[in-house]
């Protein structure tokens, strides 16, 4: 069974409720996804994406008792990655000579991927698929957030299909922005956005620059994940523009791990410090090793400014500091300050390595850091309250020059 969404267009996906990870352990989806696929029936047929591999046969299934597969006449590859692309591989074995529209890097990637040759149609930017009386043009939006992605656009219904862009991982049975509840939704919005396309924010930019230079009416978002944008659906584009501009909120982010409490207890004289110095400035606090690594990674892109604490283990840190550490410098934050802490009993370098780390992912560093030998007492967590007190003013003096 097929929801409508405008006119001819059916959505036909998969709402998978129970995904709490994805790519593999590198995303959390707490709140589950979807796999959208929508089929457009004019004069002529179009599937525009289809599943996940593990939904292949359900997928195909379902979809055999909406249309005669035979009577598809395009299928359109916006995007190779596997829970777009995987059930073409079923699809395919019933209907092998159906031409499949996409990139030229696309068919490198479905190629590699399902080592099959099917009936390849490569498209470039501008290039247009009459479906009757409506067309879909392509437009090419490499880096959004692979090389091989593609938009398309509906004329006559004014409906972009916008692959990975404008998603969010959010399992509903109300497919439709205005219908699910407004600060889940933009919270896994803005999560989405921080770990999956800040590296690739100016080409945000450019794609929502150009698409807007096309003069084209725009009436709803067909995303790939999450749900359809037919309210408003320029307010989740305002957001993508904002977001791509080295986005940050009047937060600090201090984040930790701690063996025996020591560097805990820095962390929480540190954030005392930056709030007695201004009350207005948020401050949020995270154990690592405890915490959801992309929900943190959420807070960091909206921080102006970030502490990294970690004691000193077999002179480096502990594992989940390194971990996401390695995770923020492949996100290339711009625009951030930071600076490292930690408690130490013998060598104490993992100030200094948290430090360079820092550096790496493009941080703008405030001071040397602060290390403390064994566990803090009144002094040392004076030290820490004075410590965040600094902190702050370094940043905001940074910010003002």
Not at 362 to 369: C, K, L, R, T, Y
Request: hydrophobic content about 40%; some cysteine; overall charge negative.
């Amino acid at each position: 069974m097929g929801i409508p969404i405008k006119n001819n267009i059916l959505w036909v996906g998969k709402v998978d409720w129970e995904l709490r990870k994805f790519h593999g352990e590198e995303y959390s989806t707490h709140k589950g996804t979807s796999y959208n696929s929508y089929l457009v029936r004019e004069e002529k047929t179009a599937l525009i994406e289809t599943v996940w591999a593990p939904f292949a046969r359900e997928y195909v299934k379902n979809l055999q008792k909406i249309i005669d597969l035979n009577t598809i006449d395009y299928i359109i590859a916006n995007h190779g990655e596997i829970d777009h692309s995987g059930a073409l591989p079923e699809l395919m074995r019933h209907i092998p000579e159906t031409p499949v529209y996409c990139t030229a890097n696309a068919v490198k990637s479905l190629k590699g991927q399902y080592h099959q040759d099917w009936n390849f149609v490569v498209v470039k930017n501008g290039d247009r698929l009459s479906l009757g009386n409506k067309e879909l043009i392509f437009i090419e939006a490499p880096m959004l957030h692979w090389p091989d992605s593609m938009f398309c656009y509906l004329t006559g219904d004014n409906v972009l299909f916008s692959t990975d862009a404008f998603g969010q991982h959010l399992a509903t049975e109300r497919l439709f922005n205005d219908l699910v509840d407004q600060s889940e939704l933009f919270q896994e919005c803005i999560k989405y956005y921080a770990n999956i396309l800040t590296p690739f924010s100016s080409f945000v930019d450019r794609k929502i620059r150009e698409f807007a230079s096309l003069n084209l009416p725009l009436d709803m978002i067909c995303t790939s994940h999450g749900v359809v944008w037919r309210d408003k659906p320029m307010q989740i584009v305002a957001k993508y523009l904002e977001w791509s501009a080295n986005y940050q909120e009047n937060q600090i982010t201090i984040m930790y791990d701690s063996m025996w409490d020591a560097t805990r207890k820095m962390a929480e004289a540190i954030a005392h410090g930056i709030a007695e110095e201004d009350h207005t400035v948020l401050v949020k606090i995270f154990n690592i090793a405890r915490s959801d690594k992309n929900d943190i990674v959420t807070e960091v892109f909206k921080s102006k400014a970030i502490l990294v604490g970690s004691p000193t283990i077999n002179k480096g840190v502990l594992s989940a500091v390194a971990g996401i550490l390695e995770e923020i410098r492949g996100l290339g934050f711009k625009n951030k300050k930071a600076a490292a802490f930690g408690a130490y009993g013998w060598s104490g370098e993992s100030v200094k390595m948290i430090t360079e780390r820092l550096k790496e992912g493009g941080f703008s560093i405030v001071n040397d850091g602060m290390k403390m030998l064994w566990n803090p007492d009144k002094e040392g967590e004076g030290g820490c309250i004075a410590f965040g007190r600094n902190f702050l003013k370094a940043v905001n003096d940074l910010q003002v020059s």
